[in-house]
């Protein structure tokens, strides 16, 4: 069964920072890796999709690595701003069956 | 349409009565899954279902929860005689196939009171 560990689960920056979210999966056979924004009380919102035969992908400010022989992505969140707070998801899909497995998430609040 | 509708956004009912939630997925889109999420945890997998193959049912908690998908496109799931552990957000996503990716609904916010 696919576990997806996020970490930390929760991070307190101050405007202007780089970081770094983690996202750790037990099973390697995946198809994709998906990173999700979750505003409070609101959907989620897909930030970035990688393939399992890809190893990053950049939007803007945010780039995504996968390392998928070590069960490993991280997302890289450039010049933080207060208007990035909010909770990030990462989420594998199986070549085995149809799930999408989802981490706990990881809660970031960019202080001004 | 543009993105993954669900209905209603917030609902409120008493313990005991039954509840539809509904789904209008992205045109085009075979798979569409239901999630559940609790105050403060993750998501929880429900069901999923994929053109017309029968619907993988395994993370239904109870024989309360069902759900259908009518014509390949809008799903409703439906839980019968509510409880207030029932209380959380329900999304719907929805793709065309899983190298694709997933698109979100903005969920259904279900109080039993």
């Known amino acids: 069964k696919q576990e997806v560990t996020q970490i930390p689960a929760a991070l307190s920056v101050p405007e202007g920072e780089n970081l770094v979210l983690n996202c750790s999966f037990t099973d390697s056979a995946i198809y994709n890796l998906q990173w999700f924004r979750q505003d409070p009380g609101k959907g989620l919102t897909s930030l970035l999709l990688i393939q399992s035969s890809q190893r990053e992908q950049t939007s803007g400010r945010l780039n995504a690595s996968l390392d998928k022989s070590s069960g490993r992505s991280t997302l890289y969140i450039a010049a933080s701003q207060p208007g990035d707070s909010a909770t990030y998801l990462c989420a594998v899909f199986n070549n085995a069956g149809n799930m999408l497995t989802f981490g706990g998430g990881t809660r970031l609040m960019v202080k001004p | 349409g543009a993105g993954v509708s669900q209905s209603p956004s917030n609902k409120v009912t008493e313990k005991g009565k039954d509840v539809e939630l509904r789904c209008d997925p992205i045109?085009?889109?075979?798979?569409l899954y239901w999630y559940r999420q609790s105050l403060g945890q993750g998501l929880e997998f429900l069901i999923y279902?994929?053109?017309?193959?029968?619907?993988?049912k395994s993370g239904l908690p109870s024989d309360r929860f069902s759900a259908e998908r009518t014509g390949g496109s809008v799903s409703t799931l439906t839980i019968q005689r509510t409880q207030q552990e029932d209380s959380a957000v329900y999304l719907c996503?929805?793709?065309?196939?899983?190298?694709?990716?997933?698109?979100f609904g903005s969920g259904t916010r279900l109080t039993v009171v």
């Open positions: 996503a929805s793709s065309r196939g899983g190298r694709n990716g997933y698109t």
């Open positions: 045109s085009g889109h075979t798979a």
């Open positions: 279902f994929q053109g017309n193959s029968a619907p993988d």
